[in-house]
């Protein structure tokens, strides 16, 4: 599975942006999907996450209310919409996943995603 991130930029401090990550594959059915960024000198960090076969949704209470993650079967792509941005959420973006069949699982550590995409770089000013 080939991930490719896009829809990083630069924006003002209560801005919005949405990412998107398309797939490879032909459908991401049984699949979990997650979001995640790394700013400068900081460890990656899990954003969001969502199970494709049922939609259901995880994010972790900093990310709650700002940060939704949706996906577009036409389309083969999970978005993260991103509201009232803050300067703390500048940081390169990834999407990655594993495939987890009928599991209701949705992993929130990188090390149990097997694919990435190659990030996109998310700026925000005060």
């Known amino acids: 599975v080939q991930l490719q991130a896009c829809g990083g930029g630069w924006v003002q401090a209560g801005g919005s942006l949405r990412l998107s990550c398309a797939a490879s594959?032909?459908?991401?059915?049984?699949?979990?999907v997650g979001w995640f960024r790394q700013a400068p000198g900081k460890e990656r960090e899990f954003v969001a996450g969502?199970?494709?076969?049922?939609?259901?949704?995880y994010y972790p209470d900093s990310m709650k209310g700002r940060f939704t993650i949706s996906g577009d079967g036409t389309k083969n792509t999970v978005y993260l919409q991103m509201n009232s941005l803050k300067p703390e959420d500048t940081g390169v973006y990834y999407c990655?996943?594993?495939?987890?069949?009928?599991?209701?699982?949705?992993?929130?550590?990188?090390?149990?995603?097997?694919?990435w995409g190659q990030g996109t770089q998310v700026t925000v000013s005060s």
């Open positions: 990655a996943t594993r495939y987890r069949g009928f599991s209701s699982t949705i992993d929130t550590e990188e090390r149990l995603h097997r694919y």
């Open positions: 594959t032909n459908t991401f059915t049984g699949y979990v």
């Open positions: 969502l199970r494709w076969s049922g939609g259901n949704t």
